[in-house]
């Protein structure tokens, strides 16, 4: 069973920086693709950043001038670098990979658990 396991969210200052950390464990064949996405309560989660197997990277919301997404193949984890941090971006962050399980199976969407990004003074 493959799973996603967050690190890196708290508490931060208006202002300050956070990295976020996301590490794909289980039996893995390929992954396609890895990001973040981020919801606050009553709203449609939302794309942050996401990058796939090839370097291509997309990014989306309003925080998308303030953050940079990083992928370590070797380690099947991606990282989510945020800087210059607002009270409007305090949510759950959620880890996303698409990955195949077997060479001979479909792309499947595995989700984290998400970590809660606060930022307050």
């Known amino acids: 069973q493959v799973q996603l396991l967050e690190s890196g969210g708290g508490l931060v200052q208006p202002g300050g920086s956070l990295t976020l950390s996301c590490a794909a464990s289980?039996?893995?064949?390929?992954?396609?693709?890895m990001g973040w996405y981020r919801q606050t309560p009553g709203k449609q989660r939302e794309l942050v950043a996401i990058?796939?197997?090839?370097?291509?990277?997309n990014y989306g919301g309003s925080a998308k001038d303030r953050v940079s997404i990083s992928r370590d193949h070797a380690k099947n984890a991606v990282y989510l670098q945020m800087s210059s941090l607002k009270p409007e971006d305090s949510a759950v962050y959620y880890c996303?990979?698409?990955?195949?399980?077997?060479?001979?199976?479909?792309?499947?969407?595995?989700w984290g658990q998400g970590t809660q990004v606060t930022v307050s003074s």
């Open positions: 990058t796939n197997s090839g370097g291509g990277t």
């Open positions: 996303k990979a698409l990955l195949y399980l077997t060479p001979t199976t479909g792309v499947r969407e595995v």
């Open positions: 289980g039996s893995i064949f390929e992954i396609v693709a």
